[in-house]
């Protein structure tokens, strides 16, 4: 059950140009090395959506020792001047 032929070994994420890839990789936690079946991909895609930018996020199992994240980000659709004028 804890044999190393099931670990996770990769964690591939596509999108997320805008989240910074430490909070992305807080939301995913520490899933390398642990055995793939106790990956918890809804937890992961919840924690990952609660973050501002991400709109949508699908985690997949990629059987037998990888993890595949889809992120789809929010669109700016409005900007606004600084006080500073930044």
């Not at 997320?16 to 990956?39: F, N």
């Not at 924690?47 to 700016?76: D, M, N």
């Amino acid at each position: 059950a804890r044999s190393p032929l099931v670990a996770v070994r990769t964690v591939d994420i596509d999108g997320g140009t805008r989240t910074p890839g430490d909070a992305i990789a807080q939301a995913v936690g520490k899933v390398l090395g642990r055995p793939i079946y106790t990956v918890d991909t809804g937890a992961m895609q919840r924690r990952l959506e609660a973050l501002p930018w991400i709109r949508q996020a699908r985690v997949e199992r990629r059987w037998p020792r990888s993890v595949r994240i889809t992120i789809t980000e929010r669109l700016a659709v409005a900007v606004a001047a600084a006080a500073d004028g930044a």
